[in-house]
């Protein structure tokens, strides 16, 4: 039996260095385990840097688009401030006509008044003849028969200035051939020999407008125009 015998020499020594061994591994693998955690911690940190990183990239790029669009807004807006600005008016310069009334070009050098609508009134007493009245005297060449003339009017019956018809209201100028027949005689022998660039009013008495006997839809009676010469070819 081995019991009460003394422990064999060297037992001693040989434990105490199985305990630092031990000891000695415990102490790596914690030493181990906090380089670990603490590389992990790194890369949190890192990560955590980039994600803010990117989150202000983001941000910034947000406010520089912000401000791109704010930046075309103003300047389109103000591109169309300037475009209404030119359209609202009219030039008055001789190598940059002016738009006439009722969609119109005004020829060159012409008054500038001819872009505002005439008020036509009624005549006063019995019109036996054509009467031609110079309103706005133009500087372009005289119509001549054969041509084909632009004009803006407006007419009314001479009794009481009713309006029966007008190129104004239309939006848009009429065209025709002058003193061949094509138009009332009143137009015809009071529009030859006007200088384009001319307003003019007819007193037309019923012989040289429709007759006494119009066709169906013209104006009876004695008539009165206000007639924009704004061309003539």
């Avoid at 006509?97 to 008020?119: F, I, K, S």
């Avoid at 036996?128 to 500087?139: C, D, H, Q, R």
């Avoid at 119509?143 to 632009?150: D, E, S």
């Amino acid at each position: 039996m081995c019991v009460g015998l003394p422990p064999a020499p060297g037992a001693g020594h040989h434990l105490e260095q199985g305990v630092d061994a031990v000891s000695e591994r415990t102490q790596n693998r914690s030493q181990k385990s906090e380089r670990r955690l603490a590389a992990q911690l790194a890369a949190q940190k890192a990560a955590e840097a980039k994600r803010r990183r990117q989150a202000w990239a983001g941000g910034l790029a947000g406010v520089a688009v912000v401000a791109v669009l704010i930046t075309v807004f103003v300047l389109v807006g103000r591109g169309g401030d300037e475009a209404d600005q030119a359209a609202g008016t009219p030039s008055a310069s001789a190598s940059a006509p002016a738009a006439g009334g009722a969609g119109a070009p005004l020829p060159a050098g012409a008054d500038p008044a001819l872009n505002t609508r005439p008020v036509v009134e009624a005549g006063k007493g019995d019109l036996k003849k054509l009467v031609v009245t110079p309103l706005i005297k133009g500087t372009g060449p005289e119509v001549k028969t054969g041509q084909t003339i632009t004009t803006n009017y407006v007419g009314v019956f001479y009794a009481d200035g009713k309006e029966f018809d007008s190129s104004w209201k239309r939006g848009e100028p009429a065209s025709f051939p002058i003193g061949v027949g094509q138009v009332i005689p009143g137009w015809d022998q009071g529009l030859v020999g006007v200088t384009v660039g001319s307003r003019v009013q007819l007193d037309i008495p019923t012989e040289l407008a429709y007759g006494a006997n119009p066709p169906a839809g013209a104006p009876t009676g004695p008539l009165r125009f206000v007639v924009d010469v704004l061309a003539a070819q």
